[in-house]
């Protein structure tokens, strides 16, 4: 086995770990694990020739995720900050001491660090096509159930945020996924009052 390899089956090994379940054609599967491949196979898709880093950066991205809840910061826009970027640290550390374990070196340590740090996002290609990958994914599988706690106003400021964090290419990308009709509509609604 390679040390990539090594490094994605050990990532997959963590987010194996998450009690928590998500229903994909039948199976209950352990939500991170779900998220970490989708977004792997969205890499894949979008762009074949990424980096190493970027595919390992890809995989790590929530990983063990769960261990803290959003619930445990305050609410709020300030609370949500801060932990997103206290995940990031977080994933960056546990990817790096799998990396390091595995054979990496301090450069690829870090760099993936930064990625999942998403430092340089709108200067650093590789950080951007990263965020290209989470928008894309976030829309093909996780828009849908989100939708459907949110009224049409936050969703329609959601859609522009998250159109903004994206390249041209990914927006083409977004726009030849399958969307129920009432998010297409809600999608079509947000780029036209962007």
């Keep these: 086995m390679s040390r990539f390899d090594d490094a994605i089956h ?22 991170e694990l779900v998220y970490s491949r989708r977004m792997s196979a969205r890499l894949d898709r979008f762009a074949p020739d990424a980096s190493e880093t970027v595919k390992l950066a890809a995989r790590a991205q929530h990983i063990r995720r769960w261990e803290v809840p ?64 989470i928008c894309l994914v976030f829309l093909q599988h996780y828009f849908h159930d ?26 083409g990308a977004a726009l030849q996924l399958d969307y129920a009709p009432e998010d297409l509509g809600v999608i079509q609604k947000a780029l036209q009052s962007a």
């Excluded at 826009?77 to 001491?97: F, M, Q, S, V």
């Excluded at 070196?105 to 340089?120: F, Q, S």
């Excluded at 969703?155 to 522009?160: E, F, G, R």
Aim: zero cysteines; proline letters at 4%.
């Design 146 to 171: 989100f939708a459907r706690k949110h009224d049409e106003e936050k969703l329609i400021s959601i859609v522009q945020k998250t159109w903004k964090k994206m390249t041209e290419r990914a927006h």
């Design 10 to 31: 050990r990532f997959d090994e963590a987010n194996a770990e998450d009690p928590i379940m998500e229903t994909v054609d039948g199976e209950d599967l352990p939500k």
């Design 70 to 133: 959003r619930e445990t910061y305050p609410e709020g826009r300030a609370g949500y900050l801060k932990w997103r970027t206290d995940l990031y640290k977080r994933h960056g550390d546990i990817a790096a001491g799998i990396l390091h374990d595995v054979g990496y070196d301090d450069e690829t340590m870090a760099r993936v660090r930064t990625l999942l740090r998403k430092r340089g996002l709108k200067t650093d290609p590789d950080v951007q096509l990263m965020e290209d990958v």
